[in-house]
Protein backbone atom coordinates (compact mmCIF):
# COMPACT_ATOMS: atom_id res chain seq x y z
CA UNK A 1 0.00 0.00 0.00
CA UNK A 2 1.31 3.36 -1.19
CA UNK A 3 0.81 6.45 1.17
CA UNK A 4 -2.25 7.64 -0.35
CA UNK A 5 -4.49 4.60 0.28
CA UNK A 6 -3.68 4.94 4.11
CA UNK A 7 -4.58 8.67 3.73
CA UNK A 8 -8.01 8.17 1.86
CA UNK A 9 -8.54 5.69 4.71
CA UNK A 10 -8.52 7.92 7.46
CA UNK A 11 -11.14 10.07 5.77
CA UNK A 12 -8.99 12.71 4.15
CA UNK A 13 -8.93 14.03 0.42
CA UNK A 14 -6.46 11.99 -1.81
CA UNK A 15 -3.50 14.68 -2.75
CA UNK A 16 -4.85 17.05 -0.48
CA UNK A 17 -4.38 18.29 3.32
CA UNK A 18 -7.04 18.42 6.03
CA UNK A 19 -7.82 22.29 6.48
CA UNK A 20 -9.99 23.93 9.32
CA UNK A 21 -9.56 23.82 12.83
CA UNK A 22 -10.77 21.03 15.28
CA UNK A 23 -13.35 22.17 18.16
CA UNK A 24 -11.16 22.66 20.92
CA UNK A 25 -8.87 24.81 18.82
CA UNK A 26 -11.52 27.21 17.90
CA UNK A 27 -12.85 27.19 21.83
CA UNK A 28 -9.39 27.84 22.67
CA UNK A 29 -9.31 31.07 20.39
CA UNK A 30 -12.74 31.95 21.98
CA UNK A 31 -11.61 31.45 25.88
CA UNK A 32 -8.21 33.55 25.27
CA UNK A 33 -9.82 35.93 23.23
CA UNK A 34 -13.32 36.25 25.89
CA UNK A 35 -10.05 36.62 28.55
CA UNK A 36 -8.61 39.59 26.86
CA UNK A 37 -11.84 41.00 26.50
CA UNK A 38 -12.50 40.68 30.19
CA UNK A 39 -9.01 42.54 30.91
CA UNK A 40 -9.39 45.33 27.96
CA UNK A 41 -12.71 46.38 27.93
CA UNK A 42 -13.37 48.20 31.21
CA UNK A 43 -9.73 50.24 30.45
CA UNK A 44 -11.23 51.85 27.35
CA UNK A 45 -14.70 52.49 28.53
CA UNK A 46 -12.48 54.27 31.42
CA UNK A 47 -11.45 56.43 28.38
CA UNK A 48 -14.57 57.17 27.17
CA UNK A 49 -15.91 58.73 30.17
CA UNK A 50 -12.56 61.06 30.85
CA UNK A 51 -12.77 61.71 26.89
CA UNK A 52 -16.32 63.64 27.78
CA UNK A 53 -15.57 65.10 30.34
CA UNK A 54 -12.22 66.38 28.68
CA UNK A 55 -15.22 67.66 25.51
CA UNK A 56 -17.14 69.03 27.87
CA UNK A 57 -13.89 71.45 28.76
CA UNK A 58 -13.62 72.29 25.36
CA UNK A 59 -16.92 73.30 24.23
CA UNK A 60 -17.45 75.30 27.56
CA UNK A 61 -13.67 77.32 27.00
CA UNK A 62 -15.37 77.33 23.09
CA UNK A 63 -18.45 78.52 24.20
CA UNK A 64 -16.71 81.40 26.54
CA UNK A 65 -14.52 82.50 24.19
CA UNK A 66 -17.61 83.66 22.05
CA UNK A 67 -19.08 84.93 25.24
CA UNK A 68 -15.72 87.31 25.69
CA UNK A 69 -16.68 88.36 21.97
CA UNK A 70 -20.32 88.71 22.88
CA UNK A 71 -19.56 91.20 24.99
CA UNK A 72 -16.35 93.16 23.87
CA UNK A 73 -19.19 93.94 20.58
CA UNK A 74 -22.64 94.35 22.97
CA UNK A 75 -20.89 95.92 26.26
CA UNK A 76 -22.37 93.29 28.44
CA UNK A 77 -22.60 89.27 28.52
CA UNK A 78 -26.05 87.66 27.36
CA UNK A 79 -28.31 87.47 29.90
CA UNK A 80 -30.08 84.43 31.72
CA UNK A 81 -33.52 85.00 30.12
CA UNK A 82 -31.42 86.08 26.25
CA UNK A 83 -29.19 82.43 26.94
CA UNK A 84 -26.69 81.32 24.70
CA UNK A 85 -29.21 81.51 21.89
CA UNK A 86 -27.74 84.95 21.31
CA UNK A 87 -24.56 84.16 20.06
CA UNK A 88 -25.97 82.69 16.55
CA UNK A 89 -28.74 85.09 16.33
CA UNK A 90 -29.10 88.88 16.62
CA UNK A 91 -31.44 89.72 19.76
CA UNK A 92 -31.78 93.34 18.47
CA UNK A 93 -28.50 94.62 19.38
CA UNK A 94 -26.94 97.34 16.75
CA UNK A 95 -23.61 96.75 17.62
CA UNK A 96 -23.93 93.09 17.67
CA UNK A 97 -21.56 91.59 15.08
CA UNK A 98 -21.95 87.69 15.49
CA UNK A 99 -22.71 85.02 14.66
CA UNK A 100 -20.20 84.19 17.28
CA UNK A 101 -19.91 80.80 16.97
CA UNK A 102 -20.14 78.53 13.50
CA UNK A 103 -23.23 76.32 13.90
CA UNK A 104 -25.62 76.82 16.96
CA UNK A 105 -24.55 75.59 20.69
CA UNK A 106 -24.50 72.29 20.92
CA UNK A 107 -25.44 69.94 23.78
CA UNK A 108 -22.64 68.44 26.27
CA UNK A 109 -20.96 65.11 25.20
CA UNK A 110 -23.90 63.74 27.50
CA UNK A 111 -26.70 65.12 25.30
CA UNK A 112 -27.50 67.47 28.02
CA UNK A 113 -28.17 71.67 27.48
CA UNK A 114 -25.25 73.43 28.91
CA UNK A 115 -26.17 76.00 31.75
CA UNK A 116 -25.81 79.23 31.54
CA UNK A 117 -26.70 81.91 33.99
CA UNK A 118 -25.42 85.73 33.81
CA UNK A 119 -24.64 87.34 35.96
CA UNK A 120 -22.99 84.16 37.53
CA UNK A 121 -22.13 83.35 41.20
CA UNK A 122 -18.88 82.66 40.35
CA UNK A 123 -18.31 85.34 38.11
CA UNK A 124 -19.42 87.47 35.39
CA UNK A 125 -21.24 84.50 33.98
CA UNK A 126 -21.75 80.78 34.78
CA UNK A 127 -21.80 78.14 32.52
CA UNK A 128 -21.65 74.35 33.14
CA UNK A 129 -22.46 70.66 32.45
CA UNK A 130 -23.92 68.74 35.18
CA UNK A 131 -22.11 65.42 33.71
CA UNK A 132 -23.20 61.99 32.75
CA UNK A 133 -26.32 61.98 35.57
CA UNK A 134 -27.07 64.86 34.77
CA UNK A 135 -27.56 66.21 38.32
CA UNK A 136 -25.70 68.66 40.62
CA UNK A 137 -22.41 67.28 42.07
CA UNK A 138 -21.05 63.82 41.53
CA UNK A 139 -17.68 62.27 40.81
CA UNK A 140 -15.98 60.87 38.02
CA UNK A 141 -17.88 60.84 34.46
CA UNK A 142 -21.19 62.46 37.12
CA UNK A 143 -18.91 65.19 37.95
CA UNK A 144 -19.95 68.84 37.11
CA UNK A 145 -17.69 70.94 34.37
CA UNK A 146 -17.80 74.33 35.15
CA UNK A 147 -16.48 77.31 33.51
CA UNK A 148 -15.02 78.79 36.86
CA UNK A 149 -12.71 75.62 37.63
Do not use: C
Not at 63 to 77: K, M, N, S
Request: hydrophobic share 35%; charged share 20%; proline share 7%.
Amino acid sequence: MNGRSVRSRQGRAPGGSQGGFTLIELLIVMIILGLLGALVGPKLFQKVGTSKVQAAKAQISMIGTALDAYRLDVGAYPTTEEGLDVLRKNPGKSTWDGPYLPKDVPPDPWKHPYIYRSPGEHGDYDLSSLGADGQVGGEGENADVNSWE
